[in-house]
């Protein structure tokens, strides 16, 4: 909370051009409870490590988030937001902190903290009321590294009747003590991705949309401090293809990431399946997660859900997730079944 009231503090005495007009603020939490049903563990958040057991919880998915876009001049906007997150004890993080040069109506730079976008969900994962699930399929989203420190260049036209974004992006992240990494092998890691560089294209209409994404960098890791990988190139691909027929929706996704020199090969896919009933949206989905050598990590994951709007800006959800760790010797936590009962409110 400290963090919050001071980034307020800093907006609030911006010299010269900023007033309280020229500040908006918004913000959305997801509370989630949840229990094992089967099995001794369930990974619900890879990144932030969020685990379920057999005891009720409230922590592993509950997230509260508040956004501040500060106007600094005409052309220029100030962008941040700030995260607590149950899997992190709701210690306060600043996910975004960025400013934003409008050049035109269809071209922006923005300079800063972003989150990394390697998959459809990454820029609102967060955001539970912008998706059906109580999160996003987590055999599909189980990378260590969430966010990067760069610059990115936004060109967004539209193109007959297709509404068109293509993003070039390049940075660097530095995680001393990787969560995701450090808890699945109980030993310090230390990861840094450098000379990020990537590409996301997207093109929609009402009924389809389809989105594309590549990123190169180089893997620096320190496992309890001793160099393991310096300098190593890795390669993640991407492609999301949905479809919205009528009240039926079609999403899927399907991820690649290769590091050919220590001859790792992890292949990531979801497909999901709902349909609108008023304010009913029932769903179904199945995740999958298959790595080659040296590991054999192979997890997938079938889940049922349904999702009730209440009014505009609030949801009621509940899902079961049952998944299969098939591996033999890299086993993430075993086989287990969920239920998960959440409320997602944007404000």
Known sequence: MGKILLLIAFIAYLPGQVSATDTKVTGFASMVAGAMTAGDQFLADYPNTGVYDKDLSFSPDTTIGVQLKTRLFD?????????????????????????????????????????????????????????YWIRP????????????????????PEIGNWDALFNLYLGREDDDNNKLLTFLNNTPYHESWRNIIGFVSELSNDAFETRLTLMSSQLHREVNNVVQSDGVAQMFYGISINMYLGNAVILSEFNRYERAADNVFDSTYMLSFAYRFDKL???????????????????????????????????????????????????????????????????
Request: hydrophobic residues 30%; charged residues 20%.
């Open 75 to 131: 052309d220029y906007q100030f962008v941040t937001q700030l995260l607590s997150r149950g899997a992190n004890d709701f210690e306060t993080d600043i996910d975004w902190a960025y400013i934003n040069y409008t050049v035109n109506s269809e071209i922006s730079l923005q300079i800063g903290r972003k989150r990394l976008p390697l998959y459809y969900y990454s820029d609102f994962y967060e955001l539970g009321f912008a998706y």
């Open 137 to 156: 399929p987590s055999d599909n989203y189980t990378w260590q590294i969430s966010n990067y420190n760069g610059a990115s260049l936004f060109y967004e």
């Open 281 to 347: 949206t029932p769903h179904i989905t199945y995740s999958e997660f298959k790595q080659q050598s040296p590991g054999d990590e192979y997890h997938f994951t079938y889940s049922l859900g349904l999702r009730k709007d209440l009014n505009p800006s609030t949801a009621l959800k509940i899902q079961f997730d049952k998944t299969t760790d098939d591996a033999t010797t890299a086993n993430i936590v075993g086989d287990g079944e969920l239920l998960s009962v959440g409320f997602d409110i944007v404000f």
